[in-house]
């Protein structure tokens, strides 16, 4: 299968920084409950930004950092469950903001998985020819959609978006294997919602999460169709440097790696600084580690997510 070349990898996130104990001053928590029981230390929070602001910041970054023109981008895709409006999509907004007039653009809402989902959907794009370049940018706002008052929800979620820019590349390995099975494990809930980062209250549907049953079937499926992705490639676990796995919880990713029977320093995980970020978070980590120097050319990476739908995947990329 026809890999992908990534030019530039981008990331941005609100200025606001909510810690553990600040949580607790409004809800029966601490940090010691949250971090034990999730991994996650802070979150980012927009009192302001919406979730095209982010993207944009996003965008203007992969350009620069690619070196190439608004003008070049073929197609722009934006992964995310919090766009600002039904419609226009958030990449619609992204593109007139840019300025990309050759570039055509949708949104993809497959939750957490859908930064990988996106992966695959420019990749057939680009293989089949039409397009060159593919801007793919994951975002979300979920502190919106978040319970205020229910402790085990509020917790988990922050703020942020995360992209990178795609060509074809023909020397470069890829696979995938993708899933979905509707189910409800993450469920909304209706009422009115106080926000403590913005003023009012807004009547939404705020997420509920099942703790228990997303962790059983994080680990259970993601470890398997990790199993089944390296299969399909030929690969065993040591040919890959690096699993990178949507953030959801620190715990998760332990038994993702214990099913796997592999140390867990081959996930690379920034939870702790970000939260739970849904489809943002395999992009967000992959700038980190780019930044960082912990990956080169040549390195064979998993990008792997699991979220609501229920949808899960990963695919093998070669740097």
């Known amino acids: 299968m026809l890999g992908v070349k990534i030019h530039a990898v981008a990331r941005y996130v609100p200025q606001k920084v909510v810690t553990n104990d600040e949580i607790s001053s409004w809800v029966d928590t ?6 034990q029981r999730t991994g996650i230390s802070q979150r980012h929070m927009s009192t302001g ?15 620069e ?3 190439l023109a608004a003008d070049d981008m073929d197609l722009i895709l934006v992964t995310t469950v919090t766009p600002d ?3 226009p999509s958030v990449s619609c907004m992204v593109q007139g903001a840019i300025g990309a007039k050759n570039a055509f653009a949708m949104d993809i809402n497959a939750a957490c998985t859908g930064f990988v989902y996106g ?5 057939k794009y680009l293989a089949g020819g039409q397009c060159r370049h593919v801007m793919l940018i994951g975002a979300e706002l979920l502190t919106k959609y978040v319970d205020w008052t229910d402790r085990n929800t509020c917790i988990l979620f922050g703020d942020g978006a995360g992209g990178m820019i795609l060509s074809a590349d023909d020397s470069r390995y890829y696979a995938e294997k993708l899933r979905s099975r509707g189910a409800m494990p993450i469920t909304l809930s209706h009422q009115k919602v106080v926000n403590p980062f913005c003023e009012g209250e807004r009547e939404v549907d705020y997420l509920r999460v099942d703790g228990r049953e997303v962790f059983e079937f994080a680990v259970k499926s993601v470890s ?23 953030q959801a919880n620190g715990r998760i990713v332990e038994g993702i790696g214990k099913k796997l029977k592999t140390d867990i320093s081959k996930f690379f995980i920034n ?11 395999i992009p967000i980590a992959l700038s980190e580690m780019m930044e960082g120097g912990l990956v080169e050319k040549g390195d064979k990476i998993v990008l792997s997510g ?6 899960w995947g990963s695919i093998l990329i070669e740097l």
């Open 30 to 35: 601490s940090d010691e409950w949250i971090i």
């Open 224 to 246: 398997a169709n990790i199993n089944e992705l390296l299969e399909s490639a030929g690969l065993t676990l040591p040919d890959v440097k690096y699993i990178i796995p949507h």
């Open 85 to 87: 409006y039904l419609s």
């Open 306 to 311: 699991f979220g609501a739908g229920l949808t």
């Open 65 to 67: 950092k690619a070196g």
């Open 271 to 281: 939870i702790q600084r970000y939260g739970n970020t849904s489809s943002a978070s």
């Open 119 to 123: 992966v695959s959907v420019a990749q």
């Open 49 to 63: 930004e919406n979730t095209s602001d982010l993207c944009v910041k996003v965008a203007e970054s992969l350009l």
